[in-house]
């Protein structure tokens, strides 16, 4: 398989979100209920934060803007912050935790006004009911590595509903970061979120490296433009960061994985240039001679 090469970044603007303005917006979801309550972690603000800044503001003001796996938290982004006024959430209607609020409310809560559906779909086997190329940009934020069936699904559909030249962004944990090294030498799973719970597949199904992401990406039709990695949330003692770096050496210096792409999460984008290049890639797909995937439980 070809190495990716990144892409000059094609002419592009982003607009700086702040915090404060993440954390008033955050603020207004609050008290409805426990299940909601719970998403919005105090480090929930600084992440938004610094992921919403990497979304390319609209080109137009018809631009439409998909969110994968969305939840109801990022409208105001999207809508005040960002400027779209053209919004789809692809989930399960639960999952996007609507049912709490009546469209006037949401209206009132965001001040501004805008055109919001909400479509039902399990991004990794359904066909999005989306028109082809009819968006300018897709987001998936932190689902990637949830999906338990055929995560290229979730690129290759992205592919068909982007205009050609419309940007793809997605963030997801990378699993080289290094405290998963550091845990990994001593015995701990590397996983960020490995454990069962009452909910089925509520876990990480599988993480990726910043070199898989880059292959899935452009084997997806795009031409990446940017992969970053950063940290959201606390980080561990200035030790036991200390010795992940240092572990992290060898492989930077015999130049297999950048020091620069080893904080926790990545952060990629690209922009579509193409059809889909590679559907099943083998470093996901190949498993004793088979090269696709099935799902036993659709038609």
């Known amino acids: 398989m070809k190495q990716v090469k990144v892409a000059k970044p094609r002419e592009v603007n982003f607009r700086r979100v702040d915090p404060s303005f993440v954390k008033s917006s955050l603020d207004k979801f609050r008290g409805r209920s426990e299940r909601i309550d719970r998403l919005l972690s105090d480090g929930e603000a600084q992440r938004i934060s610094l992921t919403a800044s990497r979304i390319p503001i609209p080109v137009h003001p018809e631009a439409h803007l998909v969110d994968l796996g969305g939840t109801i938290f990022w409208l105001p982004i999207y809508v005040t912050a960002l400027g779209y006024r053209n919004v789809t959430i692809v989930c399960r209607p639960d999952e996007a935790h609507f049912e709490q609020f009546q469209d006037h409310e949401l209206r009132s809560l965001i001040g501004q006004d805008f055109n919001l559906k909400v479509v039902s779909a399990e991004i990794d086997v359904d066909t999005y009911p989306i028109e082809d190329e009819s968006v300018d940009c897709v987001v998936s934020f932190e689902v990637l590595e949830h999906l338990p069936g055929d995560p290229m699904h979730m690129l290759s559909e992205s592919n068909r509903i982007l205009k050609s030249g419309g940007r793809l962004f997605l963030t997801t944990p990378n699993v080289q970061n290094s405290d998963n090294v550091l845990r990994y030498l001593f015995g701990h799973h590397p996983f960020g979120w490995s454990v069962f719970t009452h909910y089925y597949a509520d876990r990480h199904n599988r993480e990726y490296t910043p070199w898989e992401i880059q292959q899935m990406i452009a084997l997806a039709g795009f031409d990446l433009e940017f992969l970053i990695t ?63 995937v099935s799902h036993p439980f659709r038609r």
């Open 230 to 292: 950063r940290r959201f949330g606390a980080a561990p003692d200035f030790m036991r960061r200390l010795v992940g770096k240092m572990l992290c050496v060898p492989a930077a210096v015999f130049q297999r994985v950048e020091f620069s792409l080893r904080e926790p999460h990545i952060l990629a984008m690209g922009v579509k240039t193409g059809g889909v290049v590679e559907r099943f890639p083998p470093f996901l797909y190949e498993l004793y001679g088979h090269s696709s």
